[in-house]
């Protein structure tokens, strides 16, 4: 996994934007984007979803987000509509795009990938492999 957040701070850093982890969140607290700062605030605590996931989401927020302005995003991996549904969409995408996975069922247990989005995943691995 070290390989996969190493790209994705590859990414960060070549579209400038800046990752903090934030040691002081409860586990509940989520990952935040604030597109206009071009900032992620990142809780390494969180589990609902991994790191990896839960990172390209955010970064997906400032680099094809719609960005409002003042607008701040918190990572949930229950929103299904919307720019929710299409920055997960962007994280299932870069990711695959760093990683060939072995299969649909590994990547969506390695990136704790909520099961809803199972048939993008299924789609998109098809499509690209």
Excluded: C
């Excluded at 997906?60 to 549904?85: C, D, K, T, W």
């Excluded at 299409?86 to 704790?112: C, N, W």
């Amino acid at each position: 996994m070290e390989e996969i957040i190493y790209s994705l701070e590859k990414i960060a850093k070549q579209n400038t934007i800046t990752i903090v982890d934030v040691d002081s969140l409860d586990d509940d607290d989520s990952d935040t984007s604030m597109p206009d700062n071009k900032i992620v605030f990142m809780n390494p605590a969180y589990k609902k979803s991994s790191y990896a996931f839960r990172l390209a989401h955010e970064l997906s927020h400032i680099m094809y987000g719609n960005n409002l302005p003042n607008a701040v995003y918190r990572f949930s991996p229950y929103f299904q509509r919307g720019e929710e549904y299409e920055m997960h969409k962007h994280a299932i995408d870069m990711l695959m795009g760093i990683k060939r996975p072995t299969s649909v069922q590994t990547f969506m247990e390695v990136y704790k990938i909520p099961s809803w989005l199972e048939e993008y995943v299924e789609t998109e691995y098809s499509q690209q492999f």
